[in-house]
């Protein structure tokens, strides 16, 4: 599909209900798209969002779709998400509850329970 037609078809696309305790009405559902060694379009909606994309003559934010020619797709990617994504910090592990359950089986004991072994055959 040519970018162009992908960005129309977005822009085009019904919004949906604002998530609880959110304002500002309805919402576009899609945030951004990345096709990976093509490029990648943002919405950036009415221009004063999380983030923003200058004009070169920096007279004003754009606004709606941007399609971006990019061979760092996966880049850009990670640092769209990095600026839009909520931040938080974590005081624990993160592996940990991954990796013993609440009654304190490990994780070996778990996949030795299934009948895993480490013979191989």
Known sequence: MNPKTLIDRLAAAATVPAADGQAGGDQDAVD??????IGFGINYGSGRGAIQFITPDKSRSA????????????????????????????????LVPYLIDPEGQSLTAKIMS??????RA
């Open 63 to 94: 606004r709606g779709w941007v399609w971006f020619e990019a061979d760092s797709v996966l880049a850009n990617m990670f640092a769209w998400l990095h600026g839009v994504m909520p931040s938080f910090h974590r005081f624990s592990a993160v």
């Open 32 to 37: 951004g798209v990345f096709v990976i060694g």
């Open 114 to 119: 299934h009948g895993f072994t480490e013979e």
